[in-house]
């Protein structure tokens, strides 16, 4: 009895079996249900470890604009703020005057009008999307405030947008309650026509949004053009219809790529501006920023005032808590490139966006979708689609490691598929070179796969209807099938 007391003890002992084989391992574990008991550490982290091997390889996810690789003593700074929260400014007020320093640092790269001694009106979010919904909960207060001092109604705002808006705009104007007018594309014009756009403007329009960096294919918008149709339209009727930039990607990039080219606060009617700190301001996941023009384009009703932290603290936030190490790797990454760093990193960008633009150009087999000028990434569409298509491209990269999406464009565009390689910080020269050679390899294998098969019947004939499918057919029709019905529920939520 004491022996098998003393053999069923050790055999709970973690470190005596070997990491597979102890009981904790080799049971599986209730997914969905909190377990009964607890498990030693080293178990749950070899559990979860080992689950996690199944996500892709970020730095292989070329389908994102987001940060997946900074220095170590980045990472470092990270790991050391992990438990500090951001919304305590009175404990921490170290890192309140980190984000000041990282908005009037942006706000100055984005030309707002400041004095010498003007601090700048912004706030650090969660990403895009939040400084989004805040810079238009911004835009509806005032024109909401100005209808009512008018004494005309204020129950029907609408926003002005491209259709190739990200969906986080879409998700502003459904949670607030905004009209969401979209211009639609066309043929070989994916993004907002200026036009277009300000022929949609009426009185009840809360601001008209241009994308710096258009998501689907990286392309800038004419914001200069809209400011000036705009200015146009305004005089005319007296309206004041504001312009915000969505530079989510953009705005990290135009100040040291094109810094002549006018999208910023140089033009009078862009009264904000968002980016995101975890695209091109080389920052992991969770940073975004939004810069007002300045105080009064920032309805006062809309910042909170809280003081049971200690002293009084403005915010408008969405959300209370967040952490603060984003922050403060937003502020190192500004201290420690500088303008000079930034600029060479994003001329390295562009040159291998190039360097795989040209590749592809070379194999003959695509359209590119994507400008030079803009964001650094290459969008590009195959020239024949009778025999396979960019999906079955995008199954067969995974293969070799890759994660590049294939999506349709929005409306009146959505026949035309396109496969996006977003160009990061490190990704390198080899690998732009190695990509374009693993999707010639992807080319041949998919050739090899359909010389294999018949050729596609032109008009099917009585005999041929009748004749039973083979086996190959009813493949190809599963195939087909699942491929209508995997495009149908795509959605153009790439970020
Ligand atoms: C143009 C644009 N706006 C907004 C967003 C949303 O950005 P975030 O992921 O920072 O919320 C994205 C994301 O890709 C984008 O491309």
């Known amino acids: 009895m004491v022996l098998s007391k003393a053999v069923s003890e050790s055999s709970s002992d973690l470190s005596v079996h070997s990491t597979f084989a102890s009981r904790y391992v080799r049971a599986s574990l209730p997914r969905y249900r909190m377990p009964e008991n607890s498990i030693p550490k080293e178990a749950a982290y070899q559990i979860i470890n080992d689950e996690l091997m199944l996500d892709g390889n970020p730095r292989l996810n070329l389908a994102s604009f987001v940060t997946t690789w900074m220095e170590p003593e980045c990472d470092k700074l990270i790991m050391a703020a992990i438990n500090k929260n951001y919304v305590d400014m009175d404990e921490y007020p170290v890192t309140t005057e980190l984000q000041n320093r990282c908005v009037n640092m942006i706000a100055h790269l984005f030309n707002a009008p400041l004095g010498e001694s003007e601090t700048a009106v912004g706030v650090g979010t969660v990403g895009s999307s939040e400084a989004i ?19 005309k109604p ?8 491209g259709a190739n808006v990200q969906v986080c705009w879409e998700k502003f104007a ?47 918008e004419d914001v200069k053009l809209l400011n000036d149709l705009l200015d146009a339209k305004n005089a005319q009727t007296g309206w004041e219809t504001p312009i915000h930039v969505d530079a989510a990607s953009g705005g990290f990039i135009a100040p040291f790529l094109y810094p002549e080219l006018e999208w910023d606060f140089r033009l009078p009617w862009v009264k904000s501006i968002n980016v995101s700190g975890h695209k091109y301001g080389l920052v992991y996941a969770g940073i975004g920023w939004c810069i007002w023009r300045n105080k009064e384009d920032l309805p006062d009703e809309l910042i909170f005032h809280i003081n049971y932290l200690g002293a009084d603290q403005p915010t408008f936030t969405l959300n209370f808590s967040k952490g603060s190490s984003q922050v403060i790797a937003q502020y190192y990454q500004l201290i420690r490139h500088g303008f000079e760093g930034y600029r060479n990193i994003m001329e390295n960008c562009h040159e291998n966006a190039m360097v795989l633009k040209e590749g592809l150009e070379r194999t003959g087999r695509f359209d590119i979708v994507s400008k030079d000028h803009g964001v650094p990434l290459v969008a590009f569409s195959l020239k024949d689609r009778s025999r396979h298509d960019e999906f079955e491209i995008s199954d067969m990269l995974r293969r070799f490691g890759w994660i590049v999406p294939a999506y349709t464009m929005p409306p009146d565009a959505e026949h035309v598929t396109v496969l996006r390689v977003v160009i990061r910080e490190e990704f390198s020269r080899t690998l732009a070179e190695r990509l374009v050679l693993d999707i010639e390899k992807v080319m041949c294998q998919l050739d090899a796969l359909t010389s294999k098969l018949p050729p596609p019947p032109l008009l099917p004939t009585t005999a041929m209807l009748a004749r039973k499918k083979s086996e190959l057919e009813t493949q190809r029709s599963v195939t087909e099938a699942w491929k209508k019905f995997v495009l149908a529920k795509k959605t153009n939520g790439v970020c």
Request: hydrophobic share 40%.
């Open 174 to 220: 459904r949670y607030f309650e905004v009209e969401l007018r979209e211009v639609k594309l066309r043929d070989g014009y994916y993004v907002m026509d200026p036009e277009q756009a300000v022929e949609m403007v009426d009185e009840n329009t809360i601001c008209v949004a241009a994308i710096l960096g258009s998501t689907l294919n990286g392309e800038f």
């Open 154 to 161: 204020f129950d029907k705002p609408n926003i002005v947008t």
């Open 133 to 151: 919904m805040l810079a238009g909960l911004a835009f509806k207060r005032r024109w909401q405030n100005k209808r009512k001092a008018e004494g």
